[in-house]
């Protein structure tokens, strides 16, 4: 659904090699010709623009199959033996892992064994892509690191967050630094508070059932895709664009990032598990208990949220709250940069309907970063409504790139292969950062006999004990 149609538009692009050929390997009985058979279906069916027959035709070409069960040796030898045909296989390799997470060591430490990596600084170059998730939590990421390493340089790994690759994610740090207006104001002194919220319709559809209920929402989302949201929003200027001036700041900022833990953990986080129930689209659907693959008597949570602070001087007393979820009310991620209001309550004054008094204040003003869908950015501002009288109403500045920019935009998979085929980390993981993440939500780990998930209807923003997370803070969920 992913991997192949992004190769097949990066081709279309003429961004690959001129010489390249794509080897699946797996388990199954198939051919060349069954594997592109199947491969050509799912490049038309998932494509994010119209696949021609041709086009797709001749980009199958360029692939093969080859039988093998990576956790024995065997596989590795006949790979080997294989890819020896240099007329047909170019020396530069990328190894893309899409296994199972225990795989990731005895895959990476067979293809060393066998000699299919290559030493770096050499003609030719190895990479191994990994997807998440890395580790579950501080003790097996950093085992996992380590044994990574055992076999590869630093240079040759690259973890994928898929997010990282999301035009709208890149934008985060574009809009920072090649603006001048915001970046003074990026801080404790003006910013009130920051949300930021993944949520999803989705429940355990096409057989997750399984590896979600080992994760949940902690580790499938917070670890990884929140967190690195996060960094983008606060880190600190790097002082070029380099992979490792990037990953330097992200680093720093989530050394800094802890949990907001007042007296118990539960004043900063809040788990649930979605019951029975209507969705957004009015479906009935089960309940997380009762999905495929899932322990009926499970307590891993489909939605958490937590209330994090950063304790550097830019950040400091600021809340950060995040939270994500699957089966909410709609499918939207976004990032919400809340202002303090101004000091002095000019236009603040008394709406009366009939003999109900209310005093209206002025709304702080909200920077959005609306990652996805309707891609784009909002400013949120107080203007006088015409009229006689000074009332200040909340209006809406924006800008969204279907209205600026009319195409497609990439899928997040096509910038990160190819980032990989050109030897660029800048916007993968690198093994402190991921080390750093699981720093950040440990305690939470260590103390889930104390954060029993709540329980929460389907088609709507989760549990409402996330509201909690707010005390002392002049907020509330945009969505809620
Ligand atoms: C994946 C998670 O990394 O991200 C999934 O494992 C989640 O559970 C998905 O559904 C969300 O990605 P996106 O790009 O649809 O926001």
Redesign the pocket.
Known sequence: RKLMPALFMTYLQGLLPERFVIVGVARRDYDDATFRAMLSESIKTFSRLPAKEDAVAQFVEHVRYHRGDISTPEAYEELKARLEDTEVYPGNRLFYLSVIPSLFEPAVRMLKQTGLIAKPGGPHWTRVIIE?PFGKDLERARALNRALLCHLDESQIYRMD?YLGKETVQNILSFRFANAIFEPVFNRSYIDHIQIT?A?T?GMEMGRGGY?DEYGALR??VTN?LLQLLCLVTMEAPGDLSAESIHNEKVKVLNATKLDIRKNISDAVCRGQYSEGMDSEGKRVKGYLEENRIDPESDTESFVALRLSINNWRWAGVPILLRTGKRMARKT?EIVVQFKVPPLQLFQQVECDDDVCDITRIKPNTLIFQI?PNEGILLRVGTKRPGMRFVVEDVKMDFSYSGTWNKSLPEAYERLLIDTLHGDATLFTRSDEVEAEWRVVQPILDHLDQLRPYVYPPGEWGIPEADWLFHGVEGEWRNK
């Open positions: 998440k898929h993944a999803e989705v979600y499938d989302m895709h991620t996805q």
